[in-house]
């Protein structure tokens, strides 16, 4: 650890005799993010998974033991992010990346979009049940953090595990599937918990928890009005939606939407936990959205598995999901920036699909397939239904992740925009504003 007599703070010291306060300053920052995070090295933690298995490592974050699911995720930056993404709710979070941690947690307050949501990550709290990660990183440095990943966890009650070989656990997770878990500490962490102990969130309606109550409206000056039905968004969708404009008005996951839907120029599905299944209200609710009304509808991950049972299609559980932001998936058909037979690589946060069958219903067509294990990545509506609806199961929006398909945004709010103004069918699809690319 730096004390006050290390070499640094002796240059800080003469720096501030310099009368160089600001570069004092800043010296002081990297300094104080170079201090070790205060934590007890010899707190001992213990992952045990539902299949037998138990791993035991030293514990960070909140001293506490909760249930949850082991998923793993192959994302080599962004842990703030998804960590903060309502669509984690309930899970423990493998990363196989090694080193996690590294650049800290920054102020979550700390956004500079006044239209935007008023948070910088993904949502107002960790969402995760907990994370396990190989190697907890103590010192951190970035310009913008200003506490560890220890001290954030500890400060939002989420447990992590540190220390195990995470290897091992994303092999079981592979072979096994998304296991259920417990996350152990303090006393008899060691004690596996008996079968029946075992929580599994899959069957409580997780996007009830995590759904607005209240409605409200972010950028009301937009010149395009676009309703989300929220079932656990990201921030970032809701950016990637005001950034182009929009004023966007959120509702709870289970709102009737049909009764206010004239007032809108375009429905935006967000992400969401769990199984989609518990909210076949909603699915309900856009399919007869989708029959009644012909303005743009777009859903991605929850929101594209809520489209699917809405078309008439079915949602499995797959065994271990695609959590990632190396991703890539084909894309069968053109649309707006999307050119049919291109492959782009996107991130992604999912357990569940949509089945893939043959033939489609009708009016509906498979938009992407995944090109590792050629699971349904997105479907649309065909051009001779009439109808302007999408649904992707990966995130365009990322944070993180690759922006290969951050223009289906700006497609989605020109087409939006267009139909506002000119009541009736674009000739062409506006899309690729230059400007629009974040
Ligand atoms: N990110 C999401 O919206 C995930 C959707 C759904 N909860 C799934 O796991 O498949």
Same mark, same amino acid.
């Given at each position: ?11 800080? @010291? ?11 300053? !800043? ?20 992952? *045990? ?16 033991? +909760? ?80 506490? !560890? ?24 997770? +592979? ?35 995590? #759904? ?50 004239? $007032?809108?120029? /375009?429905?935006?599905? #967000? ?33 594209? $598995? ?20 190396? $991703? ?8 707006? !920036? ?8 996107? !991130? ?36 001779? #239904?009439?109808? @302007? ?5 990966? *995130? ?20 939006? +925009?267009?139909?506002?103004?000119? /009541? ?5 699809? $506006? ?5 629009? *690319?974040?």
């Amino acid at each position: 650890m730096l004390s006050l007599r290390s070499p640094l703070s002796a240059v800080a @010291r003469n720096a501030v005799k310099a009368s160089r306060p600001s570069f004092a300053r !800043s010296l002081a920052t990297v300094v104080a993010n170079h201090i070790p995070t205060p934590q007890d090295p010899n707190r001992p933690a213990t992952l *045990h998974l539902k299949s037998g298995e138990s791993f035991s490592g030293k514990a960070f974050g909140a001293p506490i033991s +909760r249930f949850g699911e082991a998923v793993f995720s192959t994302s080599i930056t962004s842990y703030t992010e998804s960590m903060t993404d309502p669509s984690y709710r309930s899970q423990f979070i493998v990363f196989t990346t090694p080193l996690i941690g590294n650049y800290g947690v920054p102020d979550n307050s700390a956004t500079t979009e006044p239209n935007g949501p008023p948070v910088l990550l993904e949502s107002n709290g960790v969402q995760c049940a907990g994370v396990v990660v190989g190697d907890l990183a103590e010192r951190y440095s970035h310009y913008q953090a200003v506490e !560890s990943l220890h001290e954030w966890c500890d400060r939002h009650g989420v447990p992590g595990i540190t220390g195990v070989d995470t290897r091992a656990i994303t092999t079981l997770l +592979r072979n096994n599937g998304s296991t259920l878990s417990k996350l152990a500490t303090g006393d008899g962490h060691e004690v596996s918990p008996s079968a029946t102990e075992y929580w599994d969130p899959a069957v409580e309606n997780l996007v009830d928890q995590v #759904s607005t109550k209240e409605i409200y409206t972010l950028n009301p000056e937009g010149d395009v009005k676009i309703a989300l039905l929220d079932f656990g968004a990201k921030a970032n969708i809701l950016r990637s939606l005001t950034r182009r404009g929009a004023s966007v008005t959120v509702f709870p996951w289970n709102y009737d939407f049909n009764k206010v839907r004239d $007032q809108f120029d /375009g429905l935006f599905l #967000s992400n969401g936990p769990g199984d989609p299944k518990h909210c076949m209200e909603a699915a309900l609710v856009v399919r007869k959205t989708i029959n009644e009304w012909d303005k743009p509808v777009f859903g991605i991950c929850m929101g594209h $598995q809520i489209i699917g049972l809405a078309a008439g299609l079915d949602a499995y559980r797959m065994r271990f999901g695609n959590r990632g932001h190396n $991703q890539p998936v084909l894309a069968l058909a053109n649309s707006g !920036s999307i050119k049919a037979g291109r492959v782009y690589v996107t !991130s992604q946060n999912h357990q569940y699909a949509l089945e893939l069958v043959d033939p489609f219903p009708k009016g509906w067509e498979p938009f992407f397939l995944n090109a590792n294990d050629a699971s349904v990545e997105g479907i649309k509506s065909t051009e001779a #239904s009439g109808k @302007r609806v999408w649904g992707v199961q990966f *995130h365009p929006e990322s944070a993180g992740g690759p922006l290969d398909t951050i223009h289906m945004f700006t497609s989605f709010v020109d087409e939006c +925009r267009f139909l506002s103004k000119a /009541g009736g069918a674009p000739a062409v699809l $506006q899309m690729n504003h230059p400007e629009a *690319h974040l």
